[in-house]
């Protein structure tokens, strides 16, 4: 294993309120979903942009899988479905209502990527390389 590079800094979100926000998607989607759960999240600001000049918002894993928003300013996030969380599914939540779901807790995206492998160096890699140092996303924004 390399050494990480640091500096670079992501907003945790709070899984459980993600969960609730899924849930009722769910809901109002299905006649009878199954309940799903949703790990904490980061929440990392890119140097990339969106159609109005703001910072792309993108959620990543501890594993540094991730999802950026899209044109329409919402990220498709991943949830684990039944009983053992072993189905995934995937709801669109706007990256507005995400942010309501952010923590105060900030972390640095070399700490909260698994160390395990160059898989996992590569993803903590590739997520620095689309942000700026020392980035933290403002709630109010």
Known sequence: M???QRGYIGN???????????NNIYK?????P???TMDDYLLLELTETDAFGDPKIALICNEGVGWIQDEYGTIEVPTNLGQFGYLGGRV??????????MTEATMEVADYVRTF??????????????????TGINQDA
């Open 12 to 22: 945790l979100t709070d899984g459980k309120k993600l969960a609730d926000i899924a």
């Open 92 to 101: 669109h939540i706007s990256v507005d209502v995400i942010k309501t779901c």
């Open 2 to 4: 390399h050494q990480r």
């Open 34 to 36: 199954s309940t799903c």
């Open 117 to 134: 492998g160059s898989r996992l160096d590569a993803n903590c890699s590739l997520w620095q390389s689309k942000m700026a140092v020392n």
């Open 28 to 32: 109002l989607q299905y006649q009878d």
